[in-house]
């Protein structure tokens, strides 16, 4: 009998923290530095509409054009990131951010954001799937 394909939300980091996107960019620089995290869902009014990545932020810094305190995250955030259904199977989540040079996806379930997969996380499955084979 095989073994059961495993789904994103098995290892997802689940309730991830998430940002607005009227915030000012040096608001997500800095959760993102205490909180040890690269990657930040976008939420308006408990809708995704987009995500920020730590590199998002490392090239803002570089612009002269652009000021973290003042700028918000809506201008530098991805409007069309990964979002699959906490249902989906490991194996198709990460074709699919291999895909799209992803380094996560947001996990939805009826509407909302519950989780997110990154590259970490697909260490830890990649870890415990191959321990456990």
Same mark, same amino acid.
């Given at each position: 009998?095989?073994?059961?394909v495993?789904?994103?939300?098995?290892? &997802?980091?689940?309730? @991830? #923290?998430?940002?607005?996107?009227g !915030?000012? +960019?040096?608001?997500? =620089?800095?959760? %993102?530095?205490? $909180?040890?995290?690269?990657?930040?869902p976008?939420?308006?009014?408990?809708?995704?509409?987009?995500?920020?990545?730590?590199?998002?932020?490392?090239?803002?810094?570089?612009?002269?054009?652009?000021?973290?305190?003042?700028?918000?995250?809506?201008?530098? &955030?991805?409007?069309? @990131? #990964?979002?699959?259904?906490?249902? !989906?199977? +490991?194996?198709?989540? =990460?074709?699919? %951010?291999?895909? $799209?040079?992803?380094?996560?996806a947001i996990?939805?379930?009826?509407?909302?954001?519950?989780?997110?997969f990154?590259?970490?996380?697909?260490?830890?499955a990649?870890?415990?799937?191959?321990?456990?084979?």
């Amino acid at each position: 009998m095989s073994k059961p394909v495993p789904t994103v939300q098995e290892f &997802m980091t689940a309730q @991830p #923290l998430t940002i607005a996107p009227g !915030a000012p +960019l040096a608001e997500a =620089a800095r959760i %993102m530095r205490e $909180r040890s995290i690269r990657h930040l869902p976008v939420v308006e009014e408990g809708r995704l509409v987009g995500a920020l990545s730590e590199r998002d932020v490392h090239v803002a810094r570089t612009l002269r054009s652009v000021t973290l305190e003042t700028t918000k995250v809506e201008t530098l &955030m991805n409007d069309r @990131p #990964l979002a699959v259904p906490a249902s !989906a199977a +490991l194996p198709d989540v =990460a074709a699919r %951010m291999i895909d $799209r040079k992803a380094g996560s996806a947001i996990v939805m379930h009826d509407g909302c954001v519950v989780g997110i997969f990154t590259t970490h996380d697909a260490l830890h499955a990649l870890h415990r799937l191959l321990a456990g084979a």
